[in-house]
């Protein structure tokens, strides 16, 4: 795919049936054209360096009257940018603002802040790309090399795989810690059947996973024992 900076190159894009359109962060402000690209019908991905965030708003209303398969890549656009303009915290921003997909233009040195990107909530990564740094341009600085650009998708796929699917349960492997180191309950001192659970005597200990689980402690505390417990027996309640 490529990127239109005017309606006839944009005529010219849909007619090869590009699969999506890239819009450059020069046109954010420009409505009448993004509106002439949402016609299109093509997903559309659009670059916000350059903008306040009521602009990008702005942009935004005027895309999805005729087009909401958009994805929004915050950018910083200098060639290169240095590390603490690159605010990844605007990722987020965007998300909540807009409810929309967001990705990240990397204009940084070298691999730079992509993989961070990621970690930050960047579901598209976009970066310039050069065979070498030392050719002509205005983009060489903030574009990476070959075994850059490889080594830099190793890192996201690594991001990616740290990040894991959000559902927070135990692993497979924590299964065996859990049952070793999570603590159930046992009686602290010696209790006579009939005689409350309290405090004074009961404690969590490592069990192996035997016995109830010292997160029901206060479903335990004040029911009656149905059976005469030695210190540091494990408690069993029916």
Do not use: W
């Not at 239109?4 to 944009?10: I, K, M, T």
């Amino acid at each position: 795919m490529s990127t239109p900076f005017e309606e006839e190159s944009l005529n010219e894009l849909s007619d090869m049936d590009i699969p999506a359109i890239k819009i450059a962060a020069t046109d954010l402000t420009n409505i009448q054209f993004l509106r002439q690209v949402a016609k299109k019908g093509k997903p559309i991905i659009l670059s916000a360096g350059m903008c306040y965030l009521e602009e990008v708003s702005k942009a935004l209303e005027a895309i999805s009257e005729f087009n909401k398969d958009i994805i929004l890549l915050q950018c910083t656009a200098n060639y290169p940018i240095r590390d603490f303009e690159v605010n990844l915290r605007v990722i987020r921003t965007f998300q909540k603002e807009f409810n929309i997909l967001t990705g990240y233009s990397d204009h940084s040195v070298g691999i730079g802040a992509a993989p961070y990107a990621v970690a930050a909530g960047a579901r598209l990564i976009e970066k310039h790309f050069t065979l070498s740094r030392k050719l002509e341009g205005p983009d060489q600085k903030a574009s990476v090399e070959p075994d850059e650009l490889k080594e830099m998708i190793t890192r996201i796929r690594k991001v990616e795989e740290y990040l894991g699917n959000s559902i927070k349960t135990p692993t497979l492997s924590e299964q065996f810690t859990r049952r070793s180191l999570q603590k159930c309950l046992v009686a602290k001192t010696r209790i006579k059947c009939g005689e409350r659970f309290t405090e004074d005597n009961l404690t969590a200990k490592r069990t192996n996973g035997v016995g109830i689980s010292a997160v029901y402690y206060d479903d335990v505390v004040g029911r009656q024992a149905d059976r005469d417990y030695e210190a540091d027996t494990i408690i069993e309640v029916e």
